[in-house]
């Protein structure tokens, strides 16, 4: 899928700009049949896939499906260098522009969240930093009106009404960061 293909390599350029880390950054959707239970890959499975890619691969999975275990509101998984969330389809067919909208919205903001556990986890911080600040903004974001950062096809940052492509939690506001 070319949007998230795209999105792969927003977030490569993303942890260089918002967290000087050079890391690449890979991600696939799972070639899963929703509700076909014994069709699904345990976490076993792609922790060994992830380790075959590589330490200096950020990699994340996304599935159709929620992860069976998860302590975060975005209904993802993360673990070294390994992220895993559901990843939200739209309801009906939508143009190209509402389509890239709606995985922005939905999905793009998700995985900057599961993402920016990981990193401050890499960088040192504690638990409460790492796992507690990421979460005490993403509710800022949903509940107190902090808006999200938009980015455009460049990576340049445009407000919410322009057209954009990624969306992200606003990393400044991670106090430990």
Same mark, same amino acid.
């Given at each position: 899928?070319? /949007?998230?293909? &795209?999105?792969?390599?927003?977030?490569?350029?993303?942890?260089?700009?918002?967290?000087?880390?050079?890391?690449?950054?890979?991600?696939?959707?799972?070639?899963? +049949? !929703?509700?076909?239970?014994? #069709?699904?890959?345990?976490?076993?499975?792609?922790?060994? #896939?992830?380790?075959?890619?590589?330490?200096?691969?950020?990699?994340? /999975? @996304?599935? /159709?499906?929620? !992860?069976?275990?998860?302590?975060?509101?975005?209904?993802?998984?993360?673990?070294?260098?390994?992220? @895993?969330?559901?990843?939200?389809? !739209?309801?009906?067919?939508? &143009?190209?522009?509402?389509?890239?909208?709606?995985?922005? #919205? &939905?999905?793009?903001?998700?995985?900057?969240?599961?993402?920016?556990?990981? +990193?401050?986890?890499?960088?040192?911080?504690?638990?409460?930093?790492?796992?507690?600040?990421?979460?005490?903004?993403?509710?800022?974001?949903? =509940?107190?009106?902090? !808006?999200? +950062? /938009?980015?455009? #096809? &460049?990576?340049?940052?445009?407000?919410?009404?322009? @057209?954009?492509?990624?969306?992200?939690?606003?990393?400044?506001?991670? =106090?430990?960061?």
């Amino acid at each position: 899928m070319g /949007y998230v293909h &795209s999105m792969a390599r927003f977030y490569q350029w993303w942890l260089k700009h918002q967290f000087n880390m050079n890391l690449k950054v890979e991600c696939d959707i799972l070639p899963v +049949i !929703p509700g076909k239970i014994f #069709d699904r890959m345990s976490i076993g499975y792609l922790i060994r #896939d992830h380790n075959q890619r590589g330490k200096g691969i950020y990699h994340f /999975y @996304l599935s /159709y499906s929620k !992860p069976i275990w998860t302590d975060c509101p975005i209904e993802g998984y993360t673990a070294e260098n390994f992220g @895993l969330m559901l990843w939200k389809r !739209p309801a009906s067919s939508l &143009s190209d522009e509402l389509r890239v909208k709606f995985f922005a #919205d &939905s999905n793009c903001a998700a995985v900057s969240h599961l993402i920016s556990h990981e +990193i401050l986890r890499m960088k040192g911080k504690a638990k409460r930093e790492y796992f507690g600040e990421v979460h005490r903004v993403w509710n800022d974001h949903l =509940h107190l009106r902090l !808006p999200f +950062i /938009y980015f455009n #096809d &460049s990576y340049r940052v445009v407000s919410k009404e322009s @057209l954009y492509r990624f969306v992200t939690l606003d990393i400044r506001q991670v =106090h430990s960061q």
